[in-house]
């Protein structure tokens, strides 16, 4: 085999490289190179499994193959000669054949339904949990088909191999005695296995010289075992690690079992699965690391490492922990290897925990993590050894010298509990504050070891368990769900699908990796590349940017900059590129123009910027306290009288909440690609916005260039939350001023974290309240100022503050005559914010949800009671008089929500569980939802516009002006054309979103597209219906295409434009709301019940049950808006508990990366989540009957807030704390722990 040829077969096909680029990762070469664009780029550092493919590896030896999922954008390219690649190309296709995995991942949504019983067979449930009958049994000999010429030509396994690039050069021996060798003659080789830190150090040049794979060593890939030990070659990875454990552990029993099975618990908690199926054991011992999951149990275990001299070859072996630098590495002599890891087996008397505390579930590193081993003498409760190893907490992980010490000879019991926690606050040293404060981390040290201590009770004392593990994968079962909605009537004709739970337009192209997205699009030749050049200060001047260096590299073109604006006096030029100040880190200040995005990153690095600091705000605090209000703020609301309805209160309640901001993480990030035709300065700009429209105008404002001499156009986004509106329109116009500039097509992709620091988030708000409310907890007055965080400028934003007020005072649910409501907007030196899915309404519902609280624990009534006695009913108007015409269904759908959750037999149970349960608790919350759709902001925000045209063949092709972002939109459209012209859904065709077919659309948001866009196909549908009746008259018993066809030769134009307009009695003046308008078009009601557990020890929690009702009015497709509430509930649980947006204490964004910032995984699923949709007849939904579903059960989440807030003042309680208090989202385990207060009764309480 000739050096520097590569050789991988992907999809079957066989694929030789010459010279392979060392930088190359696999995701890179399969999207570029080999054109296979259903492996997606969204993250590029391990953290969302977008670009996960399945390698397949053949072992000479053993004759078997392995096939093992990976990350393909961690995996460098030349790591893979002599293996097979499938990616989801490979598996099906809708051209030749699905897979059954494929086919049933489509399906599902459709053909779920049972009728739920007999007495009620209008209803259909759905109960989504897997059926093990549907699947077949796994048979190896269905294997994918595996390359023949990798199984017949061995030498690819066999023969070493080496790739010389520029700087670096990748060998790949195949015998220990070769990788001496090399490590001779080249002393200051690296060793690398999975390659997820040294690839990484290659591709940003970190990393030179030579570099030694070690996957291909046989001696290093051996695992066995014998009566004391496994001994792991340092080779294997931590999934075979897993595989082997788990059948030795089969055979194994009593604490040697036990001790495999906190091992096994342990790797399962590395990362994922792609992670797992590379990362060397060795590799993790080398690269250890303070927080560390394997090293943090080994260390507990007394785990051995055998090290070899690769120049004498001789062998040492030593415990772990002897060999350990100060930064958690392991110490290494330059010219030393590990060859194996010996895990010894826990004997008779000897137990092993394990436990790690992250702020997400799964894949995510610990924010503390603990490995304790306890060993007793025969048949006593005295120890023999006791070994605590903490985690996350100082550079490397930590042993509890004096504990040891202390602890040995002495009796394992309660008496030993208070001098441990004394010698850990000694021991360990805590100084690391990464997810979680040092004081936070430091109480945990304690916390831990007591976990540990009621474990080893439960063993050693037959006591039941006091502390369940939520950390493990082991305590968390499968999610369970039940989907429940209305049938359609019996009479709707079998044809009309509108109000059926089809199938996703897209789901096929969806699953087998065919749909299009923006960087899908296959690359012009002559195409160019930007990076953008960032603010590396928080508030500066601009003194002085020098390009030069930048300008002269390799395969760059130009930097651009302000100076490059055609139109510098644009309002929005400014946000395109900072003009002579920085208003916060990550102000795009230009941008490189080069051939490549490799040349074009590397170039923006190199482009220096001199600054002079100014004053800066960072915190909503500080703007608050410096009184930084946008101008004419505070904005004020009032109502009623205020003074004398407080006078006439029982009780008067004053505290405050914060919220914090939000993350928009679409999978895609901001992208645009545009392309100028040459002629009289046209663009076509393929833009992944929610809002065609308004980039149009405003690209074209900055360009100076009419509008209709730009295209805008997408066919679909992976992901918009609200988060591409404006900042998509920055993006659009750097790349059309380097388009027009050099009239060449250009691309512009924010990578994940360009995309974070530099784009808008949620807002942030701080909110003070006083309620005044009577006895029976009826509130009678409510005055609040709600400080919102718009960062540098308030962009869309700016209008938000009157309309948060109109909606805080009528909205929520509940009636409440007297108010005073001032808003602030505060600009701070932070990333601009923009609206993100819910809007205004999230922190308002949130408050009023707190005032629900606050009022039943100072009254000690049940907090339903309190709901039901504020809640809106029939009949009942806003405070600017609109008649709440669905306000009935809210009631409706509260009892249907707690008679579905058995709410009040939970309620007893719940309390009871509190009761008898010392360190956990659970909670229960069950709360109302009353959102309401459609934008009443201005008069124009109430339109939609459609095309549809018919073909001579009878086929028919919409366009509107609706986006579709995976909600569903053109599948609903396509149903409501289906119905109007009485054609199967499959002849109809939505291509994209494009400016040349409907101009000036809004934008797609809100949750009111299907009702504006719905009703614009509808219009143009029911057009097109009444010029083919006359040819349907005489010829009814004719197809279609031949009414079709008559139309057309009798010159009838078979092309229709649509419009609606929602009517000027809904536009709403939010300066002055008693002037008469609707605000809103319609309100959806619901109900949410949400339990969950918490564990007072650690502040950790979970989502056991979530029952939702919504009522959608007459949904147009249950399985979508379903699946639309499921979305829903998940990111409301990151908004509300999991997801921190964080910013230190210079401005600076701290959370952005997947490292640094954490949406939630599949272990924050509730356990059982329950849905139902209330199919009422509303007097207000627009399109036959339905609601929109978006932004409303965006509410949702706040229920499991609330629940967790229900199970700490158990714990509070119990503890001795009583009143209220306050609780801030997002509901952070630290929080929560400081909250419950358990920690203060131990280690005397427990
Ligand atoms: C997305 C992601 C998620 C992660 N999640 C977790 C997590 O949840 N928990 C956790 O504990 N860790 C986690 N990690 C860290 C990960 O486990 C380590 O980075 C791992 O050790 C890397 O293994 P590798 O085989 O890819 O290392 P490589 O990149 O191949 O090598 C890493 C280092 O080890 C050295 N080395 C390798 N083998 C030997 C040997 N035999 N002798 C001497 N030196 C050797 C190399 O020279 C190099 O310096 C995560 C990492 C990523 C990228
Ligand atoms: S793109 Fe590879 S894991 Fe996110």
């Not at 890179?28 to 997606?40: A, D, I, S």
């Not at 004394?422 to 805590?430: A, K």
């Not at 006091?466 to 019996?490: G, N, T």
């Not at 509940?814 to 923009?834: E, G, H, Q, V, W």
Request: with cysteine; glycine share 8%.
């Amino acid at each position: 085999m000739e050096a520097n040829t590569l050789v991988v077969f992907v999809n079957g096909v066989k694929h030789t490289e010459v010279n392979p680029s060392l930088e190359t990762t696999l995701l890179q070469y399969l999207r570029t190179e080999l054109c296979l664009p259903g492996t997606k780029l969204a993250c590029g550092e391990g953290g969302c499994g977008a670009c996960t493919v399945m390698v397949s590896r053949y072992n000479p030896t053993s004759k078997q193959i392995r096939h093992y999922s990976v990350n393909a954008c961690l995996m460098p390219l030349v790591a893979l000669h002599g293996l097979a690649v499938t990616t989801v190309e490979g598996i099906g296709s809708t051209k030749t054949k699905l897979h059954p995995v494929q086919e049933w991942l489509c399906e599902k949504g459709e053909n779920c339904c049972q009728n739920q019983n007999a007495a009620d067979t209008k209803k259909k449930i759905c109960t989504k949990t897997f059926d093990a009958s549907e699947f077949a049994l796994y048979d190896r000999t269905q294997d994918p088909i595996f390359p023949n010429e990798l199984q017949i030509e061995t030498s690819y396994h066999t023969k070493s191999i080496k790739f010389t690039g520029a700087t670096v050069q990748w060998c790949r021996p195949t015998s220990l005695e070769q990788v001496c060798q090399l490590k001779q003659e080249y002393p200051e080789a690296l060793f690398t296995v999975g390659a997820t830190l040294i690839g990484k150090g290659i591709r940003t040049g970190k990393i030179q010289g030579v570099v030694v794979s070690l996957s291909h060593v046989p001696e290093l890939l051996d695992i066995s075992s014998d009566d004391d030990n496994i001994k792991v070659g340092a080779a294997i990875t931590l999934a075979q690690l897993h595989e082997y454990i788990e059948t030795i552990a089969e055979i194994k029993n009593g604490e040697t079992k036990a001790g495999l099975e906190t091992v096994l618990d342990m790797l399962h908690q590395v990362g994922g699965h792609q992670l797992r199926n590379v990362v060397s054991i060795g590799s993790s011992i080398a690269s250890g690391g303070g927080r560390s999951d394997v090293l943090t149990l080994l260390l507990a275990m007394g785990a051995t490492s055998e090290i070899m001299n690769t120049t004498d070859k001789t062998i040492v072996c030593k415990e772990i922990s002897q060999r350990m630098n100060d930064d958690g590495t392991c110490l290494l002599e330059q010219q030393e290897m590990i060859t194996s890891v010996n895990i010894p087996y826990m004997s008779q008397g000897e137990h092993l925990y394990w436990h790690k505390h992250a702020s997400r579930a799964d894949l995510n590193l610990a924010s503390i993590n603990c490995g304790m081993r306890l060993k007793l003498q025969a048949n006593s409760h005295i120890i023999e050894d006791l070994v605590l190893c903490y985690g996350g907490v100082a550079k490397r992980s930590i042993v509890a010298a004096n504990v040891k010490k202390e602890a040995t000879g002495k009796a394992w019991g309660k008496d030993l509990v208070a001098v441990v926690c004394r010698l850990l606050e000694s021991d360990i040293d805590v100084t690391i504050n990464k997810d979680g404060s040092v004081d936070y981390k430091k109480a945990l040290v304690s916390s831990l070891f007591l976990k540990f201590y009621l474990k080893i009770n439960a063993i050693v004392l037959s006591q039941p368990d006091p502390s369940p593990d939520m950390s493990s994968v082991r305590s968390h079962p499968l999610s369970k769900a039940s989907e429940i909605f209305e049938d359609v009537p019996p009479e709707q004709a079998a044809e009309d699908t509108v109000g059926r739970p089809m199938v996703h337009k897209a789901a096929l192209q969806q699953t087998t990796g065919e749909a299009v997205f923006c960087d899908d699009l296959p690359m012009y030749k002559d195409e160019i590349h930007i990076a953008l050049v960032l603010s590396h200060r928080v508030h500066a001047n601009i003194v002085k940017i020098d390009a030069s260096k930048a300008e002269s590299m390799s395969g760059v073109l130009s930097f651009i900059s302000f100076k490059d604006i055609p139109n510098q006096q644009s309002n929005i030029a400014e946000h395109v590129f900072a003009d002579k100040e920085v208003r916060y880190e990550g102000h795009v200040i230009g941008a490189i123009i080069a051939k490549t995005g490799a040349f074009a990153r590397a170039a923006a690095n190199n482009v220096l910027v001199e600054y002079d600091d100014l004053p800066s705000i960072v915190t909503l605090e500080d703007a608050i306290k410096k009184e930084n209000f946008m101008a004419g703020h505070p904005v004020v609301l009032k109502h009623g009288d205020i003074d004398k309805a407080f006078q006439e209160s029982d009780v008067t309640i004053e505290s405050e909440i914060a919220m914090n901001g939000q993350e928009h993480f679409y999978m895609e990030t901001q992208i645009c690609r545009v392309v100028p035709t040459g002629e009289e300065q046209e663009l076509e700009i393929v833009s992944s916005t929610q809002f065609l429209s308004e980039l149009q105008t405003l690209v074209s404002e900055i360009l100076n260039v009419p509008q209709n001499r730009l295209t805008v156009k997408i066919k679909r986004l992976g992901g918009g939350f609200g988060g591409k509106e404006e900042s998509p329109i920055y993006v659009a116009a750097i790349a059309s001023i380097a388009a027009l500039k050099y009239n060449k097509p250009v691309r512009l992709v924010l990578d994940r974290r360009t995309d974070m620091r530099v784009t808008h988030k949620r807002q942030e708000t701080w909110t003070k309240y006083k309620v005044g409310c009577s006895k029976s907890g009826k509130i009678l007055a409510k005055e609040v100022s709600v400080y919102t965080n718009a960062g540098y400028t308030p962009g869309f934003f700016g209008f938000v503050p009157p309309a948060s007020l109109f909606c805080l005072a009528s909205d929520q649910g509940y009636k409440i005559d007297n108010f005073k409501l001032s808003a602030y907007t505060c600009l701070t030196n932070t990333n601009p914010r923009a609206p993100m899915r819910g809007f205004m309404t999230p922190p308002l519902a949130l408050l009023m949800q707190a005032i629900m609280n606050d009022i039943a624990v100072k009254l000690n009534i049940p907090d339903a009671q309190i709901h039901e006695i504020n809640m809106y009913t029939s009949g009942d108007h806003t405070f600017y008089n609109r008649e709440l015409k669905d306000a009935g269904s809210l009631k409706v759908s509260w009892e249907t929500c707690l008679n579905n959750s058995d709410y009040y037999k939970r309620r007893t149970q719940v309390d009871n569980y509190n009761r008898s349960s010392r360190w956990t608790k659970k909670g229960l919350c069950a709360i109302p939802i009353y959102r309401d759709v459609g934008m009443g902001f201005f008069r124009h925000m109430g339109q939609g516009a459609a095309l549809v045209n018919i073909y001579k063949d009878g086929s028919v092709w919409i366009s509107h002006g609706g986006v579709e972002m995976g909600q569903g939109l053109h599948t609903k459209l396509i149903q409501v054309a289906s119905k109007v012209l009485q054609v199967p859904c499959e002849r109809i065709h939505i291509l994209e979103t494009n400016t040349n077919c409907i101009p000036n659309a809004l934008a797609t948001v809100a949750s009111h597209g299907s009702d504006l866009f719905g009703m614009a196909v509808k219009d143009a549908c029911e057009k097109l219906v009444v010029r083919l009746k006359p040819y349907k008259q005489i010829n009814l018993d004719k197809p279609w295409e031949k009414w079709v066809m008559d139309a057309y030769l009798d010159s009838t134009s078979l092309s229709a434009a649509g419009f609606y307009d929602r009517g000027p009695e809904y536009y709403q003046n939010f300066n002055n709301p008693y002037d008469g308008g609707k605000g809103h078009q319609y309100f959806v009601c619901g109900a949410t019940v949400a339990e969950v557990e918490v564990d007072c020890l650690t502040g950790a929690n979970r989502v056991l049950r979530i029952d939702a009702t919504l009522d959608l009015g007459r949904s147009l497709n249950p399985a979508i808006d379903i699946g639309q509430i499921d979305g829903a509930f998940v990111m409301a649980f990151g908004l509300f508990v999991s997801e921190k947006l964080e910013y230190d204490e210079n401005g600076f964004l701290v959370s952005k990366d997947t490292f640094s910032y954490h949406i939630p995984g599949s272990r924050d699923i509730p356990t059982q989540f329950n849905i139902q949709l209330l199919n009422t007849d509303s007097k207000e939904a627009v399109l036959y009957g339905s609601k929109g579903v978006g932004e409303p059960p965006i509410h949702m989440g706040i229920a499991a807030f609330m629940a967790i807030k229900d199970a700490i003042i158990a714990s509070r309680k119990e503890n001795g704390v009583a009143g209220n208090f306050q609780l801030n989202s997002p509901a952070s385990s630290e929080q929560i722990f400081h909250l419950c207060k358990a920690s203060s009764t131990y280690p005397s309480g427990i």
